[in-house]
């Protein structure tokens, strides 16, 4: 749907400047994200870290001509002849202002989710139950906050016959919008769950915030077996009718009568408003059970036939909700997003592959299945994806499927092929020929997406070391925040990441405009610039032999030393380098590498102002401690030394050098030596290095049971006999060893994995590229899953076991570990 900029401005109460008759269809919050410039209207968003009022210039260049500030730019008339400035007090409250205002234009049923767990899924599910029959418009992947809801709100369209729209609030206060913006009709709350809970004061505190979505819905759906939640709502005074679920209360509107759990499929019969009923549902978990409750009893009281519901239930496909990124076959990256295709997430997928730093001239193509219900004709369906994916730089499309083969002459790219099915696709030259190509795989399962996928990705080990990109964001989000906005940001990402994988780890942490990266060595940097990363980054270790590396590829040496110092001099001098920016360390304590404080700092002086090769950029020490409140006194002599030093240092030059101190856990504990920059380790990759606990999982190493044995008492296992079993036992072998990084010290029953959630000690020794665990109190199968560390076992589990800390065992993970990059 599109506005003229007049009613937008109207809509928002804005005060407008500028007079040129436009139409906004797009809207824009992330300037990287543009698409189509003259159609979308960009709000000048504000946060601790950023202000999207910089990026005016550049995306008025870009096209943009409509925006919404708060400060309208000086000389618009001049600088900005042809644009639109649509004032307001708080451009976020004006987003969502518009978009509540849009929503008020439908009348259809629409549902609004909220609860810790399971909104994705049951949004999606409800997705699949319904879409066969109607046109559902629903939130982005999960797309659920204070910005995503007015983002998913704006996708109502005129062919839009019912909206789901997830809600994710994290504070008190925070639903209210959410709900005006959504409206919900339906409103459904999944379940309570213990997430967010250090900003709410009690559970009942955390459930009447969420439970304020109810207010004015038609229908309030909900678990009735939940006595948090029962009591909240028996205070609360809801207009609504009550849809809720229970497998205790007969009376209750959904009562599920029983669930029986077979091998692959769980079988429920209920009793929905007196009248009984069944379907089967092809999992048996118990979040996907009760999630189905929620779906069934929504479309009953849509009016889903029983029958009808039941082959629906029947056919549900698991939610995917993860955007992996893998090593593919034949120098390919593959970006497997199986979300279900639709125009949408196509668009938040294809901007990812965008914003992806690569290699120049690696070929984009995208291989994509029918759209299927999104109720746009097909031609201008397929009109609009070819002109996404052209804009967002796809230069070869596969479409799979009959309907998208059908309109191949919309899809208007270099090179595009059609195939009927994915068997033709895997028979085709056009599968044969792809290499070193970045594909985006994009298509429902039911196309055979999945099979696809497992044969375009690289085969290695069964191992792999999950990596959860969210999760980093979420973590440097979380520094940030408690940095004051001006403080520049080192992020260290030496050791290969800390073992997530530096390159991957660099295209997300450039993505979200870091000021620093740092590496350990020139060739790390040098893989990261060929990788096309183009942040500044600092080397921590510069080898004498690879000062050319740091020259060509603009890399930043660290120096420590007088030796250091003189040799880089004559190598830039002799290159004709002049303003190279080097980095000056300090040793106040570590006793590690630096100049000292005192003794060095008028000579160092001194020999930078005789020459012009090298600048002084920054300078920087490091702390021995901060993670450790009994080396507080330790810390301030630390930095004491330092502060005098540098501020020595900045005094002799007239270009302003960067001080910086703190680590991760000084950043946290010692805010006040924020200076002009901190350097982020360990805490980016989620781990509190001063608590040690979870901030949020970014590695999870992962494995799987590659055969099951049972081994009777008196029998050992692995090497040496070391271990003598006490009972009859069952006994997995799983493919990890210490060659990839589990340490042999572990075994013996010193620590455990996870078997479908449940701890299984090492039994034995460890052997090289095995390890036997011992799983006889756990139901499990071979080819089950098995969590060494993370998302259920912090890693500083197994660096206690190691007496040891998590850095060690983090960057000990080998190389033939198979890295896996994903996004929720
Ligand atoms: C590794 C490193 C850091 C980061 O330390 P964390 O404890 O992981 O935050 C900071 N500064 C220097 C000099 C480092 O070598």
């Known amino acids: 749907m599109t506005y003229s900029i007049e009613r937008v401005a109207t809509l928002m109460g804005a005060h407008r400047f500028g007079g040129c008759e436009t139409e906004v269809r797009f809207i824009l919050t992330d300037s990287r994200s543009l698409c189509f410039p003259e159609e979308t209207l960009f709000f000048a968003l504000r946060s601790a870290r950023n202000d999207g009022h910089r990026y005016i210039p550049e995306l008025y260049a870009r096209g943009v001509r409509n925006f919404v500030v708060e400060r309208v730019p000086e000389e618009t008339a001049e ?19 518009l978009a509540e205002r849009h929503r008020d234009e439908f009348t259809i049923p629409v549902v609004g989710i909220t609860g810790s767990n399971g909104k994705t899924m049951v949004k999606e599910w409800l997705y699949q139950l319904l879409s066969p029959g109607m046109v559902v418009t629903r939130s982005p992947r999960s797309y659920n906050s204070q910005i995503g809801v007015p983002l998913s709100v704006w996708l109502l369209n005129r062919h839009s016959e019912i909206g789901v729209f997830e809600a994710g609030i994290s ?59 029962t009591a909240v709502m028996g205070e609360q005074h809801f207009k609504g009718e009550t849809l809720a679920w ?8 959904f009562f ?16 929905y408003k007196g009248e009984a009923g069944s379907y089967e549902l092809p999992f048996i978990d118990e979040a996907s059970t009760v999630n189905s409750f929620v779906c069934a009893a929504i479309c009953l009281h849509l009016g889903l036939e029983a029958d009808v519901l039941a082959q629906r239930m029947a056919r549900l496909e698991p939610v995917a909700m993860r955007l992996e990124v893998k090593e593919g076959q034949k120098g390919c990256t593959l970006i497997n997003d199986s979300y279900n295709s639709d125009i949408n997430s196509l668009d938040i997928a294809l901007d990812f592959m965008n914003r992806r730093p690569d290699h120049q001239g690696r070929l984009r193509t995208l291989i994509l299945s029918d759209i299927q219900q999104s109720g746009i004709p097909a031609a201008r ?43 033709d696709f895997i028979r085709s030259e056009a599968f044969h020929d792809l290499h070193d190509e970045v594909i985006l795989l994009k298509g429902a399962r039911s196309f055979g997406f999945d099979r696809l996928a497992e044969l375009l990705v690289r085969k290695v080990h069964e191992t792999t070391l999950e990596v959860n990109l969210t999760a980093l964001v979420d973590n440097l989000n979380h520094y940030r925040s408690l940095m004051k906005p001006r403080t520049k940001l080192v992020c260290m990402i030496k050791a290969d990441g800390y073992g997530a994988g530096a390159v991957e780890i660099a295209k997300t942490l450039q993505d979200h405009r870091v000021d620093y990266l740092a590496v350990a060595v020139a060739d790390e940097g040098a893989t990261l610039r060929r990788n096309g990363i183009t942040s500044n980054i600092i080397v921590m270790n510069p080898e004498m032999t690879a000062f050319k590396t740091l020259f060509d590829h603009d890399l930043e040496p660290e120096v420590y030393s007088f030796r250091l110092l003189e040799a880089l001099i004559r190598a830039a001098e002799r290159e004709g380098i002049t303003g190279f920016p080097v980095h000056i360390k300090l040793d106040t304590g570590m006793h590690r590498l630096g100049f000292h404080p005192e003794d060095d700092i008028d000579r160092l002086i001194a020999r930078l102002h005789n020459q012009n090769a090298l600048i002084p950029r920054s300078v920087f020490s490091h702390f021995v401690g901060a ?17 005098r030093a540098s501020r020595l240092i900045q005094s002799a030059f007239e270009h302003r050098i960067l001080r910086h101190i703190d680590n991760s856990a000084g950043i946290e504990h010692f805010p006040q030596r924020q200076l002009d920059m901190c350097r982020l380790g360990l805490g980016l990759y989620g781990i509190d290095p001063r608590t040690g606990k979870t901030l949020h999982n970014v590695c999870t190493l992962r494995t799987t049971i590659l055969q099951l044995r049972r081994v009777k008492a008196g029998e050992t296992v692995g090497y040496s006999r070391r271990e003598r079993l006490e009972r009859d036992s069952l006994i997995a072998a799983i493919p990890i060893g210490y060659a990839d990084g589990l340490n042999r010290h572990l075994g013996n029953r010193r620590c455990h994995c996870l078997v479908n959630g449940l701890p299984a000690p090492y039994v034995g020794n460890i052997c090289m590229d095995v390890a036997m665990i011992d799983v006889t109190d756990i139901a499990c199968r071979e080819g089950d899953r098995v969590e060494i560390f993370g998302d259920a076992l912090p890693v500083t589990t197994l660096s206690a076991a190691l007496d040891t800390i998590p850095y060690e065992v983090l960057t000990g993970i080998s190389n033939r570990v198979n890295r896996v990059y994903f996004q929720d």
């Not at 959504?182 to 915030?209: D, M, W, Y």
């Not at 599920?256 to 009793?271: A, D, L, M, P």
């Not at 810390?635 to 502060?643: A, G, I, P, T, V």
């Open 246 to 253: 229970s497998r205790k209360d007969p009376s209750a509107a």
């Open 381 to 423: 369906l397929y009109t609009e994806v070819s002109a996404l994916a052209q804009k967002r730089g796809v230069e070869k499309i596969i479409g799979i499927g009959t309907a998208i083969t059908a309109a191949r002459k919309h899809i208007d790219v270099k090179e595009a092929h059609f195939f009927r099915s994915v068997d």
């Open 171 to 229: 504070q008190k206060g925070e639903m209210r919008t959410l709900r005006d913006i959504i409206q919900p009709t339906i409103a459904v709350l999944t379940n309570l769950g213990t997430a967010h809970q250090e900003n709410f004061a009690s559970q009942e505190e955390k459930c009447r915030e969420k439970l304020r979505l109810f207010k004015d819905a038609d229908v309030m759906v909900y678990n009735a077996d939940d006595e948090t939640v």
């Open 79 to 97: 600088r900005y002849p042809e644009a639109n400035f649509l004032q307001v007090l708080s451009t976020r409250k004006a987003l969502q202002r």
């Open 627 to 643: 993670d450790d409140d009994a080396f507080d006194a330790f810390s301030d002599l630390q930095f004491s030394r330092f502060d």
């Open 256 to 271: 599920i009568e029983q669930t029986e759990k077979g091998e692959t499929r769980t079988r429920v019969s209920y009793i």
